[in-house]
């Protein structure tokens, strides 16, 4: 089952600042938090990742809270592109060797930016 | 750098007959991926690859799906009989990491399977 909740839909105003919430109560010291992205029909998109700092790159900045338990995904200025679905992931160790990780999703945050 | 490929993008079968998918992760990536996503409903794994050895296959229905990745390069989803609720994308993605480390993960464009 999928370690993160997040609301099922968010809008927001082009141009705007987009802040997406995920709670991961139960992560562990060393399950890193990823971001993914999917517009319609296409494969899920990276966007950013992190483990405890704050991390920012040309998409968009990750805000971890210091007891790790939630983030926040921050597009700083949405445009209409940025329509998709946002899926907060916390990945967990794999099954068997144990020594890899894997990406289990949950259901993901509908974001629609308005114009 | 090329991405992960996939193919075929779209294929439609009727029920009971079987179909494969083929997936090329990006060239070095030790680690290989295979998601169901059925509509409206996040990725769910199905079966990861550690260069050719399988790390997790739980969440796949042996019954009528098999996976290989001979070579530890390519790999093949197949599906025999396939049912309607098949239906669905079928994702594989792929990762360089072969400990829990910092990496990241690139997924395809999927195969969208219509089972009628």
């Known amino acids: 089952d999928a370690k993160t909740t997040q609301p099922p839909s968010m809008d927001c105003a082009e141009g705007r600042a987009a802040n997406l919430p995920c709670n991961h109560s139960?992560?562990?010291?060393?399950?890193?938090v990823y971001w993914y992205r999917q517009i319609h029909s296409q494969g899920p998109q990276y966007i950013i990742h992190g483990l405890k700092n704050n991390e920012t790159n040309e998409m968009a900045s990750l805000i971890i809270t210091e007891d790790r338990k939630s983030s926040t995904l921050i597009l700083p200025h949405a445009t209409l592109r940025d329509t998709a679905v946002y899926y907060c992931i916390v990945r967990v160790p794999s099954g068997g060797s144990g020594n890899t990780g894997k990406l289990i999703f949950g259901q993901g945050t509908t974001l629609q930016v308005k114009p | 750098e090329a991405g992960v490929a996939q193919s075929p993008r779209y294929k439609i079968i009727e029920k009971r007959q079987s179909v494969a998918f083929w997936c090329n992760p990006i060239s070095g990536h030790a680690t290989l991926y295979w998601y169901q996503q059925i509509l409206g409903q996040g990725p769910k794994l199905l079966i990861q690859?550690?260069?050719?050895?399988?790390?997790?296959d739980s969440q796949l229905p042996k019954d009528r799906f098999s996976a290989e990745r001979l070579k530890g390069v390519d790999s093949t989803l197949k599906i025999q009989p396939a049912k309607l609720e098949d239906s669905a994308v079928y994702l594989c993605?792929?990762?360089?990491?072969?400990?829990?480390?910092?990496?990241?993960?690139?997924f395809g464009s999927g195969t969208r399977l219509t089972v009628v």
């Open positions: 993605a792929s990762s360089y990491g072969q400990g829990f480390g910092d990496y990241g993960y690139t």
């Open positions: 690859f550690q260069n050719n050895g399988v790390v997790d």
């Open positions: 139960t992560i562990s010291g060393n399950e890193y």
